[in-house]
């Protein structure tokens, strides 16, 4: 049974074998067929094709010896190779005519544009100083032929990657032709603006510099102003001398369109950027008069709220004053009169003048603040000795504190001890007191500031 059984089995591969060479050989027919009726869309891949399709002949004439020797199963193997081959074979044959296709009806039309290109290129006098369009366009060429050998060979990966650098390489050209196309219309475009803009801020700056010099006559200038004008001149006589060149070097048809169109948007960002500094500096300039009839101003009403100040403390009669606030006050009053003094001067240093106005703004503020905080502790100091003249005599410890706090009040013009001492006293007597007379004192205040 087993031997019958694998008989069977045998004749029945044989039988499905046969079935299965019918099918390839129609194939294969049918392979030829179209080979030889197209043969002219192969171009030199027809010879690499015709040896596949004899090796394909090979094949079948090995399962026949191999049929006819009985072993089916290796007979089997065959067939399996010899439809993966006609696979291949297959997908070989519909795409040689596409790549083909695709070299002559893209890439090398593409070439003779180049070429044409950069020949009416070369009639209007492009220049290309970086690369060579004629040695690029040979190595595509080259590139070109070697993708059309891996076609004859059928080695179509490798023909797609060479078709791809073909593709990638085109491209390049295309782009540097283009760039140069677009840089002339730039230049074109902008000549006329980049000379005007060049001549526009040379004449700023002659006009910076006699203001730098009519300014100086009055002021002592310390940034390094005529430096500085002096610098944007020689900046500017650089660029000049550029754009010079570049116009004669275009005359001459010496220099690519793209170099000239880089160097005029660098000269116009040069450009720019000295006329914001001409401006700036000009400003600066104009400041400094500006800052002059501040100061003076300022003086004014610094002398003013001296006065107000003396008048105010000559208000309240006391009986003296600190030795730190009088110190404060006079040296203020010195320091206004010395700023008058460098005011008066023939050329004024405004940035000595600014910090020393400087330091008088901040003596006057805190003099201000420290005429209010006398008058207001001397005022409550006389509030809380009134307000604790009622518990003189029942509290024996608030006439100490009256006694020690008029001391320090009418002898050493300590007036916030003075208040510290009396109304510390007051508060062990009656909690709560200080903050009354506090706020009697300030609501009083307040109304005569508002009426």
Same mark, same amino acid.
């Given at each position: 049974? %087993?031997?019958?059984?694998?008989?069977?089995?045998? +004749?029945?591969?044989? %039988?499905?074998?046969?079935?299965?060479?019918?099918?390839?050989?129609?194939?294969?027919?049918?392979?030829?067929?179209?080979?030889?009726?197209?043969?002219?869309?192969?171009?030199?891949?027809?010879?690499? +094709?015709?040896?596949?399709?004899?090796?394909?002949?090979?094949?079948?004439?090995?399962?026949?010896?191999?049929?006819?020797?009985?072993?089916?199963?290796?007979?089997?193997?065959?067939?399996?190779?010899?439809?993966?081959?006609?696979?291949?074979?297959?997908?070989?044959?519909?795409?040689?005519?596409?790549?083909?296709?695709?070299?002559?009806?893209?890439?090398?039309?593409?070439?003779?544009?180049?070429?044409?290109?950069?020949?009416?290129?070369?009639?209007?006098?492009?220049?290309?100083?970086?690369?060579?369009?004629?040695?690029?366009?040979?190595?595509?060429?080259?590139?070109?032929?070697?993708?059309?050998?891996?076609?004859?060979?059928?080695?179509?990966?490798?023909?797609?990657?060479?078709?791809?650098?073909?593709?990638?390489?085109?491209?390049?050209?295309?782009?540097?032709?283009?760039?140069?196309?677009?840089?002339?219309?730039?230049?074109?475009?902008?000549?006329?603006?980049?000379?005007?803009?060049?001549?526009?801020?040379?004449?700023?700056?002659?006009?910076?510099?006699?203001?730098?010099?009519?300014?100086?006559?009055?002021?002592?200038?310390?940034?390094?102003?005529?430096?500085?004008?002096?610098?944007?001149?020689?900046?500017?006589?650089?660029?000049?001398?550029?754009?010079?060149?570049?116009?004669?070097?275009?005359?001459?048809?010496?220099?690519?369109?793209?170099?000239?169109?880089?160097?005029?948007?660098?000269?116009?960002?040069?450009?720019?950027?000295?006329?914001?500094?001409?401006?700036?500096?000009?400003?600066?300039?104009?400041?400094?008069?500006?800052?002059?009839?501040?100061?003076?101003?300022?003086?004014?009403?610094?002398?003013?709220?001296?006065?107000?100040?003396?008048?105010?403390?000559?208000?309240?009669?006391?009986?003296?004053?600190? %030795?730190?606030?009088?110190?404060?006050?006079?040296?203020?009053?010195?320091?206004?009169?010395?700023?008058?003094?460098?005011?008066?001067?023939?050329?004024?240093?405004?940035?000595?003048?600014?910090?020393?106005?400087?330091?008088?703004?901040?003596?006057?503020?805190?003099?201000?603040?420290?005429?209010?905080?006398?008058?207001?502790?001397?005022?409550?100091?006389?509030?809380?000795?009134?307000?604790?003249?009622?518990?003189?005599?029942?509290?024996?410890?608030?006439?100490?504190?009256?006694?020690?706090?008029?001391?320090?009040?009418?002898?050493?013009? %300590?007036?916030?001890?003075?208040?510290?001492?009396?109304?510390?006293?007051?508060?062990?007597?009656?909690?709560?007191?200080?903050?009354?007379?506090?706020?009697?004192?300030?609501?009083?205040?307040?109304?005569?500031?508002?009426?």
């Amino acid at each position: 049974d %087993k031997i019958y059984s694998a008989l069977q089995k045998l +004749l029945d591969s044989e %039988k499905q074998n046969r079935a299965e060479l019918d099918l390839l050989q129609e194939r294969y027919a049918s392979m030829r067929k179209d080979l030889l009726a197209h043969s002219f869309s192969f171009g030199e891949a027809l010879e690499t +094709l015709e040896k596949r399709l004899a090796y394909l002949e090979l094949d079948f004439a090995k399962f026949n010896t191999l049929t006819n020797e009985g072993d089916h199963l290796e007979a089997k193997e065959v067939l399996g190779r010899i439809e993966n081959e006609m696979k291949e074979f297959e997908s070989i044959v519909e795409q040689v005519p596409q790549f083909l296709k695709e070299i002559e009806t893209e890439y090398n039309e593409q070439v003779e544009d180049l070429k044409q290109g950069y020949a009416r290129m070369v009639e209007e006098h492009y220049q290309f100083s970086k690369i060579s369009i004629p040695e690029e366009i040979e190595k595509i060429e080259k590139t070109i032929e070697v993708a059309r050998g891996h076609i004859a060979a059928t080695e179509l990966e490798e023909a797609r990657q060479q078709l791809d650098k073909v593709a990638r390489e085109i491209d390049q050209l295309y782009d540097v032709m283009e760039a140069e196309i677009e840089a002339r219309e730039f230049v074109y475009r902008n000549k006329a603006q980049v000379e005007k803009r060049l001549n526009q801020v040379l004449q700023s700056n002659r006009y910076v510099n006699i203001e730098v010099d009519r300014v100086s006559q009055n002021y002592i200038l310390s940034n390094n102003e005529f430096v500085r004008v002096q610098e944007f001149a020689e900046q500017l006589e650089k660029e000049q001398e550029a754009v010079q060149y570049y116009s004669k070097a275009m005359e001459n048809h010496q220099v690519p369109y793209s170099v000239v169109k880089e160097h005029y948007e660098l000269v116009l960002d040069k450009l720019n950027s000295i006329d914001e500094d001409q401006t700036d500096l000009v400003n600066t300039l104009s400041d400094l008069r500006s800052q002059e009839k501040a100061i003076r101003d300022g003086l004014d009403v610094f002398e003013l709220d001296l006065r107000n100040m003396k008048r105010t403390i000559e208000k309240y009669h006391l009986p003296g004053l600190p %030795k730190e606030y009088l110190e404060l006050f006079f040296a203020t009053s010195n320091r206004i009169e010395q700023l008058w003094q460098k005011m008066n001067r023939v050329k004024l240093d405004m940035t000595e003048i600014n910090a020393a106005n400087n330091v008088i703004e901040e003596d006057v503020e805190k003099l201000d603040i420290f005429t209010e905080q006398i008058v207001d502790n001397a005022q409550l100091t006389e509030y809380m000795i009134q307000h604790a003249n009622r518990y003189r005599l029942s509290h024996p410890e608030i006439e100490t504190a009256i006694g020690r706090a008029l001391d320090l009040f009418n002898h050493t013009f %300590k007036y916030d001890e003075s208040l510290q001492i009396i109304e510390s006293a007051l508060e062990q007597v009656e909690p709560g007191a200080g903050n009354r007379v506090r706020q009697n004192y300030q609501s009083e205040k307040n109304n005569s500031l508002f009426f």
